[in-house]
């Protein structure tokens, strides 16, 4: 097994542990699969935080080994398509019900880029890097995921040089959102997803619903996609319980500045 899952409170750890480089075996994406699909159906999970275990590498890519394997292996049913499990593991992150902040401990390459790009929120710690070294092993991948992250032009030196990129770089370049020493990683990522799951439950959802639906959409579309998740949101009671606590905290505070200035 390659996944570990803890809870603390509205917030579940999913730690990916293979030793020694979290390198993705095929049984690893089925894990992946079932572990961020369950969510869906976990109401009492508010935020999920996906690192690596150790602090050299947060995933090493595909398990070379096992790749080996399956190539080996006579046909199955998959033959015809024999990364669509590879697909459907990053799809489950992306579209996991709840936001998903990465906490990339050590060197991320290739799978480990894409599982990056698919989350919603990357904390890195500063020894940590990226880097698609496919092409030194003769396959390819991960281009179009280092794209979303840091633009074309970065992601195709990456793609054909497989060189290593330290995560200041991939800051300044928008592809995280912050680094951090890394003794501070899962400090600072439990206390991000702890400020999301103090959150209305319903509208952590729906919010991520709609970023997932809308950040590929043109603008217009995009905004209009927002407003409809909106108008759902609106129809459950939690949303008007918000609206009035929201209106009451702000009509006290007025009256201590007039109390204050009187």
């Not at 995280?176 to 991000?192: N, Q």
Request: hydrophobic share 45%; proline share 5%; with cysteine.
């Amino acid at each position: 097994m390659g996944l570990s899952v803890t809870e603390h409170g509205r917030v579940a750890e999913v730690l990916l542990e293979r030793p020694p480089a979290n390198a993705l075996a095929r049984a690893t994406y089925r894990e992946i699969r079932q572990v961020f699909d369950s969510f869906r159906d976990r109401e009492g999970i508010s935020a999920v935080i996906l690192t690596g275990a150790g602090s050299r590498v947060f995933c090493g890519g595909r398990d070379i080994h096992d790749l080996k394997a399956e190539r080996s292996e006579p046909p199955t049913a998959d033959v015809g398509d024999p990364y669509r499990l590879t697909r459907e593991a990053f799809w489950a992150v992306r579209h996991c019900a709840v936001p998903v902040i990465c906490a990339v401990n050590g060197a991320a390459v290739g799978a480990g880029v894409a599982l990056a790009a698919v989350s919603d929120i990357v904390l890195a710690a500063d020894t940590a890097t990226f880097a698609l070294t496919e092409i030194d092993v003769g396959v390819l991948g991960a281009a179009s995921f280092a794209q979303w992250m840091v633009g074309p032009g970065k992601a195709r030196r990456m793609f054909y040089t497989g060189e290593r990129v330290p995560a200041a770089e991939m800051h300044r370049l928008g592809g995280i959102d912050s680094v951090v020493p890394g003794t501070e990683l899962m400090k600072e990522a439990r206390a991000l997803a702890a400020t999301i799951a103090q959150k209305s439950p319903i509208a952590v959802r729906v919010a991520k619903a709609s970023v997932v639906r809308a950040d590929t959409l043109p603008l217009e579309a995009a905004y209009q996609t927002e407003q409809d998740y909106t108008r759902h949101l609106s129809s459950y009671p939690a949303s008007a319980e918000a609206i009035a606590r929201f209106g009451s905290s702000k009509a006290a505070a007025g009256q201590t500045r007039a109390e204050d200035s009187a």
